[in-house]
């Protein structure tokens, strides 16, 4: 079991890790974050526009299903989106340098971060 804290700290353990996130996608803000490279508060403000929509349209489709991850496959880095099983409204947010990092690994954590997470 982690915090907000330590679940986001042990993000940055990730090979290439920038920095992290957990976020509220109904208003965006942020609940706890780790690391540098970005402007935290703008990207979770636009990746929570991709979860919406994402969402959204699933429902428009009638897909009966859930979001494990969205990948965003920038020229030098990875971003992952991951929203909280446990925690509607809630997901975790990494950036990672692509040539320092391994996405099968990263995702694989963030599946574990996100199942120790306790809030």
């Known amino acids: 079991m982690a915090n907000i804290n330590q679940s986001v700290q042990n993000l940055l353990t990730l090979d ?3 920095c992290a996130a957990l976020v509220d996608s109904s208003s965006g803000m942020i609940l706890g974050q780790a690391g540098s490279g970005l402007d935290l508060e703008i990207a979770a ?3 929570t526009e991709v979860v919406r929509a994402k969402l959204k349209t699933m429902q428009s489709l009638a897909i009966d299903d859930v979001i494990e991850d969205i990948l965003i496959t920038l020229g030098k ?4 989106l991951r929203p909280l ?5 809630l997901f975790l947010y990494v950036v990672l ?3 320092k990092s391994n996405l099968a690994l990263a995702r694989r ?4 971060i996100e199942t120790a997470l306790e809030l």
């Open 45 to 47: 403000a636009g990746n």
């Open 77 to 80: 880095q990875y971003h992952i």
């Open 109 to 112: 954590k963030v599946s574990d």
């Open 16 to 18: 290439g890790a920038q």
């Open 97 to 99: 340098d692509k040539s």
């Open 85 to 89: 099983a446990k925690h509607e409204g």
